[in-house]
């Protein structure tokens, strides 16, 4: 396969073009970040130039551990090396009750554990468990959230930018503001309500809860025989300094969803996390069995990356890591907010970080914003994304559709010298976006005249 790769990696954008997605391969070129990644080690990335690269992506989050760690190198190749019975369908499988037993212990006030193939899958299944144990249809989700593409999963994603052209979507899904616990009570005050489904900080935007929310949802779901589902796909696993998210906040959630970070970044995986109550309502005899699952859900080797995950993880204390990196990194950036007017505010936990921008009060800036708001919301974070990777080699992205804040969502691997060159690079990017006119302020007229020329 690496010769192949070798081979043909010169051909990969006629091949998307041909084959896959050409309107992506468009994207990529137009904001120049087609330069043929050949690759990946721990947080860096190498370009067909053999440049480096620091990766503040890690693949929508699932490389915590970051790429081809040693460890989960040798866990995949020992599974493919032993000739294990996988999924046999009519066994149970060893790897899976040791990957639930382990993570179990993270989380000692549930009990059972079912495996899926995406965090989309574990939405999707947890809409299924919610309705089925308590007899009720609704679901209440918060705006803005994300859970997923699916259907069920998309039918609790508050984006409309995701939701537009496929509906009608699944009937019975109810939004609530986030952070807003009056709306929550008047939602589950009907008692119909099967569950609520929320991230603990929400991935689009890196909005925070306030304290009181999580511990007052809780209370709200157990007042109105509510199930209380944190969705932790992208929060959990060490990402904000914590094994979950909800650990911050005291919240013990009924179900727990996890995945990203669990594959190791290679092989699929997914769990739901949830209480014996809840999975006995389900699979409460044995005819139903099997009323719910998924062909590959308990395959040796995504089993076996999640048990791999879960001991470098352990060994070179990553979630330890992920709170006191991203605690000095917010502190970093947070002292540059004063300095640069068009900085709003720096938020998250660990290495979860949300960097918001916002309007200047200075005329010729608010003129130079208004342009690019007017060509497309959300439009200016580009301006700092695209310096950041073609000048400091930093891979971000920004937190959403229309979105003014830039998240950062690194390895937990990231180290003091990684945090001085995220550093160093935003002030740099962010001080030449005050200049105008400028270098910056050019790529924004660039910009702006890609997003007319689309929208013509």
Same mark, same amino acid.
């Given at each position: 396969?690496?010769?192949?790769?070798?081979?043909?990696?010169?051909?990969?954008?006629?091949?998307?073009?041909?084959?896959?997605?050409?309107?992506?391969?468009?994207?990529?070129?137009?904001?120049?970040?087609?330069?043929?990644?050949?690759?990946?080690?721990?947080?860096?990335?190498?370009?067909?130039?053999?440049?480096?690269?620091?990766?503040?992506?890690?693949?929508?989050?699932?490389? /915590?551990?970051?790429?081809?760690?040693?460890?989960?190198?040798?866990?995949?190749?020992?599974?493919?090396?032993?000739?294990?019975?996988?999924?046999?369908?009519?066994?149970?499988?060893?790897?899976?009750?040791?990957?639930?037993?382990?993570?179990?212990?993270?989380?000692?006030?549930?009990?059972?554990?079912?495996?899926?193939?995406?965090?989309?899958?574990?939405?999707?299944?947890?809409?299924?468990?919610?309705?089925?144990?308590?007899?009720?249809?609704?679901?209440?989700?918060?705006?803005?959230?994300?859970?997923?593409?699916?259907?069920?999963?998309?039918?609790?994603?508050?984006?409309?930018?995701?939701?537009?052209?496929?509906?009608?979507?699944?009937?019975?899904?109810?939004?609530?503001?986030?952070?807003?616990?009056? /709306?929550?009570?008047?939602?589950?005050?009907?008692?119909?309500?099967?569950?609520?489904?929320?991230?603990?900080?929400?991935?689009?935007?890196?909005?925070?809860?306030?304290?009181?929310? =999580?511990?007052?949802?809780?209370?709200?779901?157990?007042?109105?025989?509510?199930?209380?589902?944190?969705?932790?796909?992208?929060?959990?696993?060490?990402?904000?300094?914590?094994?979950?998210?909800?650990?911050?906040?005291?919240?013990?959630?009924?179900?727990?969803?996890?995945?990203?970070?669990?594959?190791?970044?290679?092989?699929?995986?997914?769990?739901?996390?949830?209480?014996?109550?809840?999975?006995?309502?389900?699979?409460?005899?044995?005819?139903?069995?099997?009323?719910?699952?998924?062909?590959?859900?308990?395959?040796?080797?995504?089993?076996?990356?999640?048990?791999?995950?879960?001991?470098?993880?352990?060994?070179?204390?990553?979630?330890?890591?992920?709170?006191?990196?991203?605690?000095?990194?917010?502190?970093?950036?947070?002292?540059?907010?004063?300095?640069?007017?068009?900085?709003?505010?720096?938020?998250?936990?660990?290495?979860?970080?949300?960097?918001?921008?916002?309007?200047?009060?200075? =005329?010729?800036?608010?003129?130079?914003?208004?342009?690019?708001?007017? /060509?497309?919301?959300?439009?200016?974070?580009?301006?700092?994304?695209?310096?950041?990777?073609?000048?400091?080699?930093?891979?971000?992205?920004?937190?959403?559709?229309?979105?003014?804040?830039?998240?950062? =969502?690194?390895?937990?691997?990231?180290?003091?010298?990684?945090?001085?060159?995220?550093?160093?690079?935003?002030?740099?990017?962010?001080?030449?976006?005050?200049?105008?006119?400028?270098?910056?302020?050019?790529?924004?007229?660039?910009?702006?005249?890609?997003?007319?020329?689309?929208?013509?």
């Amino acid at each position: 396969m690496s010769q192949l790769f070798a081979d043909r990696q010169a051909q990969r954008s006629a091949l998307h073009n041909r084959y896959l997605n050409e309107q992506f391969v468009r994207v990529l070129k137009t904001i120049g970040y087609d330069v043929g990644f050949q690759k990946g080690q721990g947080q860096y990335l190498y370009d067909r130039e053999g440049a480096r690269y620091l990766d503040l992506l890690s693949g929508f989050g699932v490389f /915590a551990i970051g790429r081809n760690h040693p460890v989960m190198r040798e866990a995949l190749k020992s599974v493919l090396d032993a000739d294990l019975p996988n999924l046999v369908q009519f066994d149970v499988s060893v790897l899976a009750g040791v990957l639930a037993e382990r993570l179990l212990k993270y989380v000692p006030y549930l009990d059972k554990a079912f495996f899926a193939n995406s965090g989309a899958e574990c939405v999707e299944a947890a809409i299924k468990f919610a309705r089925g144990a308590t007899g009720r249809p609704g679901i209440v989700y918060c705006a803005h959230g994300y859970h997923g593409l699916t259907y069920g999963a998309l039918s609790l994603t508050g984006d409309s930018n995701f939701r537009t052209g496929f509906e009608p979507l699944l009937p019975g899904c109810t939004p609530i503001p986030f952070n807003d616990l009056a /709306a929550l009570e008047k939602a589950l005050a009907s008692r119909e309500v099967a569950a609520f489904v929320v991230e603990p900080i929400q991935g689009k935007g890196v909005n925070m809860p306030t304290d009181e929310f =999580l511990p007052g949802a809780a209370a709200l779901c157990k007042k109105y025989g509510t199930l209380f589902v944190a969705d932790e796909i992208q929060t959990g696993m060490g990402r904000t300094g914590r094994f979950l998210a909800v650990e911050h906040w005291n919240v013990e959630p009924d179900m727990v969803l996890l995945s990203k970070s669990l594959s190791g970044g290679h092989v699929p995986v997914g769990a739901v996390l949830t209480r014996k109550a809840i999975f006995d309502k389900i699979f409460n005899q044995m005819d139903r069995a099997v009323v719910h699952g998924s062909t590959f859900s308990k395959n040796d080797l995504a089993m076996a990356a999640g048990i791999a995950t879960l001991d470098v993880m352990e060994s070179e204390k990553l979630i330890e890591s992920a709170a006191k990196r991203g605690a000095e990194l917010r502190l970093a950036l947070t002292r540059m907010v004063p300095g640069y007017e068009l900085m709003k505010e720096v938020r998250g936990k660990g290495l979860m970080i949300g960097v918001e921008f916002g309007p200047p009060k200075s =005329l010729r800036l608010r003129a130079s914003w208004n342009v690019l708001e007017t /060509a497309n919301k959300g439009l200016f974070c580009q301006l700092i994304t695209v310096p950041l990777f073609k000048d400091h080699k930093i891979l971000t992205q920004v937190a959403g559709h229309g979105s003014h804040t830039i998240k950062l =969502l690194p390895p937990l691997t990231i180290t003091e010298e990684d945090c001085s060159w995220i550093e160093k690079a935003f002030d740099d990017v962010i001080a030449g976006s005050h200049k105008v006119p400028g270098a910056i302020w050019s790529l924004g007229k660039t910009l702006v005249d890609n997003a007319v020329r689309r929208s013509a």
